[in-house]
């Protein structure tokens, strides 16, 4: 009995792992029943299929997820910045056959490599403008803008074959914390919940999205004392019960503060298991962290902690979710010029301006949330090297006669960026300001925003500068 749990525990884990190969010991894990693993920045290589194909080899049913939103949040592309320019971008536009165009680019990028499931869309809707840890990320700060979008999105990913994931249930739009270092509360009323949150998340079950993520949030409305991600009556009673949700529940990655610094990861796991969660993602795991947190669930069920009956029922739907992957068609027509026409029809400009010589890049950059890569770049040096050979970055403001281009991110965010702008037109009044995040008053000669980081929105910044 004892062997068929410990079978069971690990079907419903979902590990990172360090490297470019499959570890020995992630590979026997696998062969020991593991349901998931999870790729970051760290794993991609150019033989990203054969590390999947390795990981298949040992349990040909295993759900490969990956966190691929687009724009600012990329996995795949996080060296040279995304096709696509992020959510934020494609909420700017408005343009819902376009998302769906994005999104099924996506899954076929995803498909090619035979990963299963996309930790995407984040349909938070972004209702809070100093939300550190959303913001560009969010389709935008309204309901029914976030659900069309979000709808758009899964019908996308999905309809490349690839299983999507909303995220991060009920709603991390209205918070001031990131929930990587601590644990957000939101404040809101449950009128404002079910008013604001909720429908883009009604709206993406509605739309058949295969799996949700839960978000390590405190939302005394909805439960005064548990997490979502450890909330019964939020994940079952919310989520199943009310709003219908039969698909995948999986966590937000369990390391992360917000929930690592009040229990140990296999007492997360077991809490979010009996609040109605399926699928436990633990980013940074080591073997010894992992069969740690499997024989914490085995110890649960024994003792009656953990009914065995929910246990079976997680596990059920991780598999059911790797039976509908197996069974989808794959859609092989790519569409390549998704990414630029969304980045392109994004910009969002104030003033005129044009270059005809190399400029100075400066770029000022705000430390981003850990769920970006912190090599991500923005681009925007390269784009323009590529057309006005001579180009140059720097991260210090100091101008010489060169034509300057000053990039920030989140100016209306942070005090110091918006004075950083408002000395740099002091100095110089023909400064050209590029803003990859959300915008502040337009300011300089010309006002460029591209409502995400991506090497698309780059490229089309460079192409109007250089038109």
């Known amino acids: 009995m004892t062997a068929d749990l410990h079978r069971l525990a690990l079907s419903v884990l979902q590990p990172g792992f360090e490297g470019a190969t499959a570890p020995d010991w992630l590979r026997k894990a696998l062969g020991e029943g593991l349901g998931g693993a999870v790729l970051f920045a760290r794993n991609v290589t150019a033989d990203t ?23 600012v949040v990329t996995r795949l592309e996080a060296r040279e910045g995304s096709s696509f320019p992020g959510n934020r971008a494609l909420g700017v536009v408005d343009d819902v056959a376009l998302t769906e165009r994005v999104g099924r680019q996506i899954g076929r990028m995803l498909a090619e490599l035979d990963i299963t499931l996309d930790y995407a869309p984040s349909v938070d809707v972004n209702a809070n403008p100093a939300n550190p840890v959303i913001g560009v990320r969010s389709f935008g700060p309204t309901a029914d803008l976030v659900a069309r979008h979000s709808v758009a999105y899964i019908q996308g990913v999905q309809g490349a074959g690839v299983a999507a994931c909303a995220k991060h249930f009920p709603g991390h739009g209205d918070t001031v914390t990131d929930s990587h270092l601590a644990l957000p509360t939101v404040h809101a009323s449950l009128a404002e919940l079910r008013g604001r949150d909720l429908p883009p998340f009604e709206a993406a079950i509605g739309a058949g999205v295969r799996s949700v993520m839960c978000g390590h949030l405190l939302i005394p409305s909805l439960d005064p004392s548990m997490p979502a991600t450890l909330s019964r009556t939020i994940l079952t009673g919310l989520l199943r019960e009310e709003l219908g949700f ?14 690592a610094a009040i229990y140990s990861p296999g007492e997360i796991a077991v809490r979010a298991l ?13 073997a010894e962290g992992l069969y740690e947190i499997r024989d914490a669930i085995v110890a649960a069920v024994l003792d009656g902690t953990l009914p065995e009956e929910r246990l079976t ?9 790797a039976e509908w992957y197996a069974a989808q068609p794959r859609d092989a027509e790519p569409d390549d010029a998704a990414g630029m026409e969304a980045a392109v029809r994004a910009l969002t400009i104030t003033g005129s301006a044009r270059l005809t010589t190399a400029p100075l890049v400066v770029e000022v950059n705000t430390r981003h949330n850990q769920a970006i890569d912190p090599n991500t770049p923005t681009g925007l040096a390269a784009a323009l090297g590529e057309v006005l050979p001579g180009t140059e970055r720097t991260s210090t403001p100091d101008f010489d006669e060169r034509p300057v281009v000053l990039v920030v991110h989140d100016a209306a965010r942070h005090p110091w960026v918006r004075e950083t702008v408002a000395e740099a037109v002091r100095r110089r009044p023909d400064v050209i300001v590029v803003e990859t995040g959300i915008p502040d008053e337009p300011a300089g000669a010309a006002h460029i925003a591209t409502h995400g980081i991506s090497k698309v929105s780059a490229k089309a910044v460079a192409r109007w500068l250089t038109r």
């Open 274 to 286: 009996a609040a109605g969660v399926d699928a436990i993602c633990a980013g940074l795991v080591t």
């Open 246 to 259: 039969d698909g995948m529940l999986v966590t937000d990655a369990i390391e992360m503060k917000a929930v």
């Open 313 to 321: 029922e997680a596990a059920g739907r991780v598999h059911a979710l």
């Open 49 to 71: 299929a054969g590390l999947v194909a390795s990981l298949r080899a040992e349990n040909p049913g295993v759900v490969v997820a990956i966190d691929e939103e687009g724009g």
